[in-house]
């Protein structure tokens, strides 16, 4: 069964510290990795594409990287701004989405 | 370049009524996917669909569901007879056709509660 997991499944952090965000997923061959950010009461909002191991990708603070069974989402020097919830989810060929349950961030100033 | 519109944005329902929500996907996407969204919990996926096709409905309970996407107009997510565990967050994205259908994106939601 096609599977995607996250952690951790909240984070605090303070203005400038920087981590890291897991997403491990099983499915049965990947099309492409996604990570989106939601905000409360919005909609997700498309952050990267990821299709092959080894990929990276870059937009402002974050950078998001795939291996065979995990992506992880790097935040460098968090701002307030970047508190949200990131999303992570799995495509198999010919298939929807699978998305995990979300790590719910919190960057303090 | 306007994005994908769901309407409408907050849906009051009593029990027993219907609930209609409409999904406008990005211009030239012919793929719509529903999901729906408990508070603090993830997106579960509902119902894949292509212009006038139901490509996956795995997600759709068997009952009072019902999901469709005409040649023209939006696509609508209806449920019949409401009930309060209806309550939640029905989210529509949708992506291009053939080799640059990769991506989705996501509209604003439905908010729907049932009294």
């Known amino acids: 069964e096609d599977q995607v997991t996250q952690s951790p499944e909240a984070l605090r952090l303070q203005e400038g510290e920087s981590s890291s965000l897991n997403c491990s997923y099983t499915?049965?061959?990947?099309?492409?990795l996604f990570w989106y950010r939601q905000d409360p009461g919005k909609g997700p909002e498309f952050l990267f594409t990821l299709y092959s191991a080894g990929e990276e990708k870059e937009k402002e603070r974050l950078k998001a990287t795939l291996t065979k069974k995990e992506s992880f989402l790097h935040i460098t020097a968090p701002k307030p701004e970047d508190s949200a919830t990131y999303l992570c989810a799995a495509r198999p060929y010919g298939q929807n989405f699978v998305f995990g349950p979300g790590t719910r961030l919190s960057v303090l100033p | 370049n306007a994005g994908v519109m769901q309407n409408p944005r907050h849906l009051v329902r009593r029990r027993g009524q219907e609930a209609r929500l409409r999904c406008s996907p990005m211009?030239?996407?012919?793929?719509v996917y529903w999901y729906r969204q408990l508070p603090e919990e993830g997106l579960k996926f509902m119902v894949y669909?292509?212009?006038?096709?139901?490509?996956?409905e795995s997600g759709m309970p068997k009952e009072r569901f019902s999901a469709e996407f005409p040649k023209e107009g939006p696509s609508i997510l209806r449920i019949q007879q409401v009930v309060r565990g209806d309550s939640a967050a029905y989210f529509c994205?949708?992506?291009?056709?053939?080799?640059?259908?990769?991506?989705?994106?996501f509209g604003q939601g439905t908010r729907l509660t049932v009294v």
């Open positions: 211009k030239g996407h012919s793929h």
């Open positions: 499915v049965s061959g990947l099309r492409g």
């Open positions: 669909l292509q212009k006038e096709n139901i490509i996956d």
């Open positions: 994205a949708s992506s291009p056709p053939g080799p640059l259908n990769t991506e989705a994106f």
